[in-house]
Nanobody, 119 residues
Framework: QVQLVDSGGGLVQPGGSLRLSCAGS????????RGWYRQTPGKRRELVAC???????TYADPVKGRFTISRDNAKNMVYLQMNSLKPEDTAVYYC?????????????WGQGTQVTVSS
């Protein structure tokens, strides 16, 4: 089994930055893609960023150029650096991991971390 714990959320002003972390434990040797989704009340969870085991990264259009995803396979960690944050980035962010190469198959989830962008 795989366990994920995400952290790093908080309250930040527009234009500010946050760095989310996702710590993984358990049987990680077969994990392929990892990344982050986010969700706001009443809306579906949406993919934000994804990184493959080979460090190929993809991003949702609203965050391109502002967010950067990275991973440290030796530590089973994934990070999401979020810069130039906007109020519309406010959401609960969930890290995920999957055995597959596609970011749209999610086998494991973190518990979520709240990001609030407000002045």
């Amino acid at each position: 089994q795989v366990q994920l714990v995400d952290s790093g959320g908080g309250l930040v002003q527009p234009g500010g930055s946050l760095r989310l972390s996702c710590a993984g434990s358990g049987s990680f040797f077969s994990i392929n893609a990892r990344g982050w989704y986010r969700q706001t009340p009443g809306k579906r969870r949406e993919l934000v960023a994804c990184i493959s085991s080979g460090d190929f990264a993809t991003y949702a259009d609203p965050v391109k150029g502002r967010f950067t995803i990275s991973r440290d396979n030796a530590k089973n960690m994934v990070y999401l650096q979020m810069n130039s944050l906007k109020p519309e980035d406010t959401a609960v962010y969930y890290c995920f991991a999957t055995y597959r190469t596609s970011c749209y198959y999610t086998d494991f989830w973190g518990q979520g971390t709240q990001v609030t962008v407000s002045s």
